[in-house]
């Protein structure tokens, strides 16, 4: 029987067909399932395994950065019995006068006392290596003392003063003492000078809290961040208040107030694109008008916020224009129905709820203008700076910069400030993502 007369006989041959062909129907659906199901699989053991990767990768950046500059953060020193007496110290009979103290040769009073306690120390050669071994740092902490207690003179004190650059380096294990002394800058006496200090107890390490208090210096164990961290801050306040209220203020009225035009969408599509123009055109632009042409202060953080805050403006916009469109419509409807007028409406109701949504906006736009070094440099941030800046008008650098510019140094030392001048921009930077999720979770509304 054929099967179109199966199909004319009622409903018990179509069920016999029916019956007849879902063998074939199941098993072509089961390995169509099959091949779905594996290729599901396998998409999801991609994203697994990018996913693995990208985290594998990140931590091993993390790790080697913090591997290279952790060492920063802790500086050794050694402690020698110091003779202050006027005679050493190059001063006569007193009383003594600021400037003759300010003026006194104290490299001379710690080069007395190493050589006492080394007293092999006779020729002019060994004598001059191991004065190596001090930071040239050391002369200016015993002035400052000495300033600050002029009474100590004609007595003995034991000071803890700063070893030099290489010689830190040795003391934490990043030169070693099998390495041929043509290829290193200590010579094997004053490693054993060291070796010898560090038996005595002569030698410690402690917090380097000059890192972070500092300017910067050309001696790897003097340089410092505290230049850069204020510059910074000073720099991100400033453009946080250029930025976020203005960027507000745009966003409500082309989102809530302005009327549709065309216009408004060419200032639309010019704020798109001036989110992509790359850092660098900024720079230039503050060069031309903020420092060329009204002739503001080079280097400041003043200059320096109103780049990144024109840098800046139109990632706040887009997102407060976001926030703004993610507010239903029925809460603008509401507030109308009752009597409010348009503009309490946006303000008392529908910025509200936006706030979380700009807050991040303006905290994500932050972060970005942090790490950003090129429109710095074009407006004279990268100058070499000892000075900690006091104002807004005052030359000061950036973390980026000052980044950039130990990453430059020929000194090996450097290399773990750079280091660790990084460590300090990514804290820096995950405080500000933390900011922006707490102040997200702090003004979240529900509706």
């Given at each position: 029987?054929?099967?179109a007369?199966?199909?004319?006989e009622?409903?018990?041959?179509?069920?016999?067909?029916?019956?007849?062909?879902s063998?074939?129907r199941?098993?072509v659906?089961?390995?169509?399932?099959?091949r779905?199901?594996?290729?599901e699989?396998l998409?999801?053991a991609?994203?697994?395994?990018?996913?693995g990767?990208?985290l594998a990768?990140?931590?091993?950046?993390?790790?080697?950065i913090?591997?290279?500059?952790?060492g920063?953060?802790?500086?050794?020193h050694?402690?020698?019995?110091?003779?202050?007496s006027t005679?050493e110290?190059?001063?006569?009979?007193?009383?003594?006068?600021?400037e003759?103290?300010?003026?006194?040769d104290?490299?001379?009073v710690?080069r007395?006392?190493l050589?006492?306690q080394l007293p092999?120390l006779v020729?002019?050669?060994a004598?001059?290596?191991a004065?190596?071994?001090?930071s040239s740092?050391?002369a200016?902490?015993?002035?400052?003392q000495?300033l600050a207690d002029?009474?100590?003179l004609?007595?003995?004190?034991?000071l803890?003063?700063?070893?030099?650059?290489?010689a830190d380096?040795f003391?934490?294990?990043?030169?070693e003492r099998s390495?041929?002394?043509?290829e290193r800058k200590l010579?094997?006496?004053q490693l054993a000078w060291?070796?010898?200090?560090?038996?005595q107890g002569?030698?410690?390490s402690?917090f380097?809290?000059e890192?972070?208090t500092g300017?910067?210096?050309?001696?790897?164990?003097?340089a410092g961040?505290?230049?850069?961290l204020l510059?910074?801050?000073y720099?991100?306040?400033l453009?946080?208040?250029?930025?976020?209220p203005l960027g507000v203020?745009?966003?409500?009225y082309?989102?809530?107030?302005?009327?549709k035009r065309?216009w408004?969408?060419?200032?639309?599509?010019?704020?798109n694109?001036?989110a992509?123009?790359p850092?660098?055109?900024f720079?230039?632009?503050g060069?031309?008008?903020?420092?060329?042409l009204l002739?503001?202060?080079r280097s400041s953080?003043?200059v320096?916020a109103?780049?990144?805050?024109?840098m800046?403006?139109?990632?706040v916009?887009?997102?407060?224009r976001a926030a703004?469109r993610?507010?239903?419509?029925s809460?603008?409807q509401?507030?109308?129905a009752l009597?409010a007028?348009?503009?309490?409406?946006?303000l008392?109701?529908?910025v509200p709820l936006?706030l979380?949504?700009m807050?991040t906006?303006?905290?994500v736009g932050?972060a970005?203008?942090?790490?950003?070094?090129?429109?710095?440099l074009?407006i004279?941030m990268v100058?070499?700076?000892?000075?900690?800046?006091r104002?807004l008008t005052d030359?000061?650098?950036?973390?980026p910069?000052q980044?950039f510019l130990?990453a430059?140094?020929p000194?090996?030392?450097?290399?773990e400030r750079?280091s660790?001048a990084i460590?300090?921009?990514?804290?820096f930077?995950m405080l500000?993502s933390?900011?922006?999720?707490?102040?997200r979770?702090?003004?979240e509304?529900?509706?």
């Amino acid at each position: 029987m054929s099967d179109a007369s199966l199909a004319t006989e009622g409903p018990g041959g179509s069920a016999a067909l029916e019956h007849a062909c879902s063998p074939h129907r199941t098993a072509v659906a089961t390995a169509r399932v099959r091949r779905r199901q594996r290729r599901e699989r396998l998409f999801r053991a991609c994203g697994t395994l990018a996913l693995g990767a990208g985290l594998a990768f990140v931590i091993a950046l993390f790790a080697s950065i913090i591997a290279d500059g952790h060492g920063a953060f802790w500086q050794w020193h050694l402690r020698l019995d110091v003779e202050l007496s006027t005679a050493e110290l190059g001063l006569g009979a007193g009383p003594h006068t600021p400037e003759q103290l300010d003026g006194a040769d104290y490299a001379a009073v710690l080069r007395s006392a190493l050589y006492r306690q080394l007293p092999e120390l006779v020729e002019r050669r060994a004598r001059r290596e191991a004065a190596a071994l001090l930071s040239s740092g050391a002369a200016f902490a015993l002035r400052e003392q000495v300033l600050a207690d002029p009474s100590a003179l004609g007595g003995k004190r034991s000071l803890w003063v700063l070893a030099d650059d290489d010689a830190d380096l040795f003391l934490k294990g990043k030169i070693e003492r099998s390495t041929p002394e043509a290829e290193r800058k200590l010579t094997d006496r004053q490693l054993a000078w060291l070796e010898r200090l560090q038996a005595q107890g002569r030698v410690a390490s402690r917090f380097n809290l000059e890192l972070f208090t500092g300017g910067d210096s050309r001696e790897p164990e003097l340089a410092g961040l505290g230049g850069a961290l204020l510059g910074s801050l000073y720099t991100m306040l400033l453009t946080l208040l250029l930025s976020f209220p203005l960027g507000v203020a745009a966003a409500l009225y082309l989102e809530e107030l302005a009327p549709k035009r065309r216009w408004l969408e060419l200032i639309e599509v010019a704020i798109n694109n001036l989110a992509a123009v790359p850092s660098i055109v900024f720079g230039l632009l503050g060069l031309a008008l903020f420092i060329n042409l009204l002739e503001l202060p080079r280097s400041s953080p003043l200059v320096a916020a109103l780049v990144l805050g024109l840098m800046t403006l139109p990632v706040v916009i887009i997102a407060s224009r976001a926030a703004l469109r993610s507010v239903p419509h029925s809460i603008r409807q509401a507030a109308l129905a009752l009597g409010a007028s348009r503009w309490q409406a946006v303000l008392h109701h529908v910025v509200p709820l936006a706030l979380p949504g700009m807050l991040t906006g303006a905290i994500v736009g932050m972060a970005r203008a942090l790490g950003e070094t090129a429109p710095l440099l074009m407006i004279g941030m990268v100058a070499f700076l000892v000075d900690v800046p006091r104002g807004l008008t005052d030359p000061a650098t950036v973390l980026p910069v000052q980044i950039f510019l130990w990453a430059d140094s020929p000194e090996r030392a450097f290399a773990e400030r750079t280091s660790a001048a990084i460590i300090v921009l990514l804290v820096f930077l995950m405080l500000m993502s933390s900011l922006a999720v707490l102040l997200r979770q702090r003004f979240e509304r529900r509706w």
